[in-house]
């Protein structure tokens, strides 16, 4: 009778697919939008790319090693950081740059707190944004085609047109994997039909932003004008890539809904209130920092316990 009995930790349910395997399929899932980044910007964004994601595994490699910790570069997660943020660059950025971000991103936020699933932020946009803040101009510097310009964001908030077909179709200035909607969209299918992921962050995102657009973006219900933002900059990538990420956001069902929707009233506020046209990156960063409070608010509550609001009030 003891030889069907197994004792062992929790948990005891585990899921089919494993972190590598998940972790695969992020990679697979964003190589339309990489190859369509290097085919809209030439050959210089591939190297940025392969920069981006060697330096990362090299610096996740090395710290375990010195650390002796156990390798865990084969579990993707390490090169996934480096593809996600080599997509959040421009391709005009010296080489040295995306080196800079994924040593900031493996080494000090994901590393230092403990590793993959322990990190309080996603790596790559904390990368990312740590970039943004000290090296603003390298990290601004757009060119599409040959010409530098402004970004399609700027030129709403600007007041000046854009074509939404070329946004959908990646036509346009920007990161090397934000501009193309419909690649982005391919990738996010495959996430959706392997289960990686479900609808319920990017689509509260979305949604709420979406409405936020409408009510307080200064042009009514202009469609065209809520298009444009909805494909414009790294909103479609940030919301099926980054918001998504499991263990940056919730667990709770009821608080991935709410964590979404924060993101899109954050992103708003950032794009229509402050001085830059973009805000997914810090919007997410912020809502990363909430999840705590998130998911305490929405735990389901144990029959016959009360709400955790309750708990401890005197009768």
Known sequence: MSGLLKVSSNPHVRARMKTDNIMLLVLIALLPASFFGVWNFGLRSLAVLAVSVASAVLTEYIYEKLMHKKITIGDFSAAVTGLLLGLNLPSTVPLWLPVIGTVFAILFVKQLFGGLG???????????????????????????????????????????????????????????????VVAILIGAVVLLWFEVIDLRIPGSYLLSFAVCTLLFGGHGLDFGFLLAELCGGGLMLGAFFMATDYVTSPITKNGQIVYGIALGILTAVFRFLGSAAEGVSYAIIIGNLLVPVIEKVTEPTAFGREPFWKRGKKA
Do not use: H, Y
């Open 118 to 180: 322990q990190n309080f932020m996603n790596p790559a946009l904390a990368g990312r944004c740590f970039l943004l803040l000290s090296f603003a101009g390298r990290m601004t510097d757009f060119t599409w085609d040959g010409i530098s310009g402004a970004t399609p964001l700027a030129a709403l908030k600007a007041g000046n047109p854009v074509r939404v077909l070329d946004l959908f179709l990646g036509k346009t200035a920007g990161t090397i994997g934000e501009t193309s």
